[in-house]
């Protein structure tokens, strides 16, 4: 990774906006999912207009020219219309090379973990040097906000970063899932009479699944083929610096620490000091909350150049994911 690049929206939601929307609380809201505020885009403003300002700030901040850009992988759920891609606009706007090759991945919020391991195996077969992935999601579109279930947890914004070739250790390998059987555990469905669509969620259950699959897909990343024990696993866990999980529920990413801590038989908080958490400002932004939780901490100075890290996500589809990267 040689830069990365992030931009929110201006406007800010707070849980004291919301509860003048919804019968809810501040106090519900920060015990039952962490997040105190929200960033919610403009009319004017899509995945589009926000991942291209994320991208320019990923090239600004690794110091190559737009040119340089082979292949650009876009992790998006909220494209309106559909065609073209979210890619597609962000290569024009972005004015990058005329023969660029563009794709959107649409996997939940575990779009951005799939899009960065589609640009790995670009990488890693020799066919491209420099790719940028961008996670851009405006869920605030299909949001509910007559819906307390859902319209809490929903934020807007972008994350980016250019992958380059490199003869020193970057991304070491993913690990991606799925559970197609319960797809509809979190989907769009139209709202009576209305031509638009909104998210719709069983949000005890998509619970129960985010903390187990976030867990398993740690494991399978330090040991793919499955057949470390106990203390080989704790080893390989105890070399990674930093945990960069999708960014859904202060709670869930707490619940799997302690389910890290517990199986592994670590000390209490060995897991959970490894936690990388930017919801309390950004609540669940889909595809953006780890490339922007990664542009943060590098800024910022939590995260530094050699660390290990992980980038663990889940999502509608079902979809989860992991992906191991000296940064
Ligand atoms: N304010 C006040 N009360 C509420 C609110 C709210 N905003 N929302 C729900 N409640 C009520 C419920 O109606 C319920 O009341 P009842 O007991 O009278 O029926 C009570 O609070 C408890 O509801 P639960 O759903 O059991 O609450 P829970 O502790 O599970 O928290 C939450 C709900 C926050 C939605 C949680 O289940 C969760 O985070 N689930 C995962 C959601 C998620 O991460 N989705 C995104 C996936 S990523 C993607 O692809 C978009």
């Known amino acids: 990774i040689i830069g990365t690049g992030s931009y929110v929206p201006e406007r800010i939601l707070t849980n004291r906006h919301l509860r ?18 929200r960033r919610i885009a403009s009319g004017e403003e ?61 996997a939940g919020c575990t ?23 961008i996670g851009t999601d405006k869920l605030s579109a299909i949001t509910d906000y007559q819906d307390r279930n859902t319209c809490v947890l929903f934020g807007d914004g972008a994350g980016a970063l250019i992958l380059k070739q490199s003869m020193s250790e970057g991304i070491i390998r ?4 799925g559970n197609a059987r319960s797809r509809n555990l979190l989907i769009l ?53 930093k945990i960069i999980p999708h960014q859904a529920n202060a709670r869930i990413i707490m ?11 670590l000390p209490a908080g060995e897991a959970k000091n490894k936690m990388i958490v930017t919801i309390e400002q950004y609540g669940n932004n889909s595809c953006a909350s780890i490339p922007l939780a990664l542009d ?18 889940f999502g509608a589809g079902l979809t989860y994911a992991a992906n191991l990267v000296r940064i």
């Open 174 to 177: 993913s690990h991606l899932g």
């Open 255 to 265: 619940g799997a620490a302690e389910e890290l801590e517990s199986r592994l038989e």
């Open 189 to 241: 469905s139209k709202k009576d009479g209305t031509g638009n669509a909104y998210i719709r969620m069983e949000g005890r259950k998509v619970y129960t699944f985010a903390k187990k699959a976030m867990v398993e897909s740690c494991f399978r990343v330090l040991d793919p083929s499955g057949t470390a024990d106990k203390k080989e696993l704790r080893t390989l866990f105890e070399q990674v610096t």
């Open 111 to 133: 779009g951005f973990n799939f899009a960065f391991s589609v640009a790995e195996m670009f990488i890693k077969a020799g066919q491209y040097r420099t790719v940028a992935v």
């Open 296 to 313: 943060i901490s590098l800024r910022t100075g939590k995260l530094r150049k050699g660390d290990l890290v992980i980038f663990v996500g």
């Open 20 to 37: 003048e929307m919804v019968d809810t609380s501040d106090k519900w809201i920060v015990e039952r999912t962490g997040i105190r505020e």
């Open 46 to 106: 899509t995945n589009v207009t926000m991942g291209r300002i994320a991208l320019e700030r990923a090239i600004e901040n690794s110091g190559i020219r737009c040119e340089e850009i082979e292949f650009l992988v876009v992790g998006t759920n909220t494209t309106e219309p559909v065609w073209p891609s979210a890619s597609g606009h962000i290569a024009n706007l972005l004015g990058l090379r005329k023969d660029l090759p563009f794709l959107d991945v649409q």
